[in-house]
């Protein structure tokens, strides 16, 4: 249990369909990420906010579109995706955006599944 | 980021010692060195990180080389727990927030 949890954990959806990733931190952070991991590939990270403003986006295609509400909620809004996108979706969180020793506690993750 | 290199697998036997290596040549002198691990089916988890002295905590151990071009993981008596991605990070002082993860090193450990 890290302090970070995830709803849902498994998703299958249509590709016209529109869902919802949520992310809530329980350690009063203030920074929170989300990353995409694909099979075979490195995790790389989709979005970064601190104080509920987005202080990064990865060139993410708009058919993600985070959401911070404040500093303890991230939404992923997704619609329109594509098989492509079919992955595991984790959220982080860290104290504040210092670099060198700021720990960032993960998620247990969202797998995806775009049919 | 610099960049770091590490072997794709390895392989452990319960119990015992486990050493795993990391390159990164190209470190600056404001970069720290942080190891996170991936369990199956989970988020990763942070391990341990270090500058220029060698570091200890409850997890593991990280030696790392005088002229910093390299560090070493030790997992003092690893368990079937222990089997995951292992991901070496450079994270300058001051700079990026961004985890830039490699491929790691995919531990086995065996009963």
């Known amino acids: 249990e890290t302090?970070?949890?995830?709803?849902?954990?498994?998703?299958?959806?249509?590709?016209?369909?529109?869902?919802?990733?949520?992310?809530?931190?329980?350690?009063?952070?203030?920074?929170?990420?989300?990353?995409?991991?694909?099979?075979?590939?490195?995790?790389?990270?989709?979005?970064?906010?601190?104080?509920?403003?987005?202080?990064?986006?990865?060139?993410?295609?708009?058919?993600?579109?985070?959401?911070?509400?404040?500093?303890?909620?991230?939404?992923?809004?997704?619609?329109?995706l594509q098989p492509e996108d079919s992955a595991l979706y984790l959220c982080a969180s860290s104290q504040d955006l210092a670099g060198s020793y700021n720990e960032q506690f993960f998620g247990p993750g969202t797998r995806l599944t775009v049919l | 980021d610099a960049k770091t290199t590490q072997p794709n697998s390895m392989e452990s036997n319960e119990e015992e010692p486990v050493h795993l290596p990391c390159?990164?040549?190209?470190?600056?002198?404001?970069?720290?060195?942080?190891?996170?691990?991936?369990?199956?089916?989970?988020?990763?988890?942070?391990?341990?990180?270090?500058?220029?002295?060698?570091?200890?905590?409850?997890?593991?151990?990280?030696?790392?080389a005088e002229d910093r071009k390299s560090s070493t993981l030790i997992l003092h008596r690893a368990t079937l727990r222990d089997a995951a991605v292992y991901y070496c990070i450079l994270r300058s002082q001051g700079g990026s927030e961004k985890l830039v993860f490699g491929k790691g090193t995919k531990l086995t450990v065996n009963p």
């Open chain 2, 23 to 64: 390159n990164h040549s190209t470190i600056s002198g404001t970069d720290y060195i942080h190891w996170y691990r991936q369990l199956p089916s989970q988020g990763p988890e942070y391990v341990i990180h270090g500058l220029t002295s060698n570091v200890n905590n409850r997890m593991a151990s990280l030696a790392i």
């Open chain 1, 3 to 80: 302090g970070v949890t995830q709803t849902p954990r498994h998703l299958v959806m249509g590709m016209t369909n529109k869902k919802s990733l949520k992310c809530e931190q329980h350690l009063g952070h203030n920074a929170m990420y989300w990353y995409k991991q694909s099979a075979k590939k490195p995790l790389e990270l989709m979005f970064v906010y601190n104080f509920k403003e987005q202080t990064e986006n990865n060139s993410v295609p708009s058919r993600f579109s985070p959401e911070c509400p404040n500093s303890s909620h991230l939404f992923l809004h997704l619609h329109t």
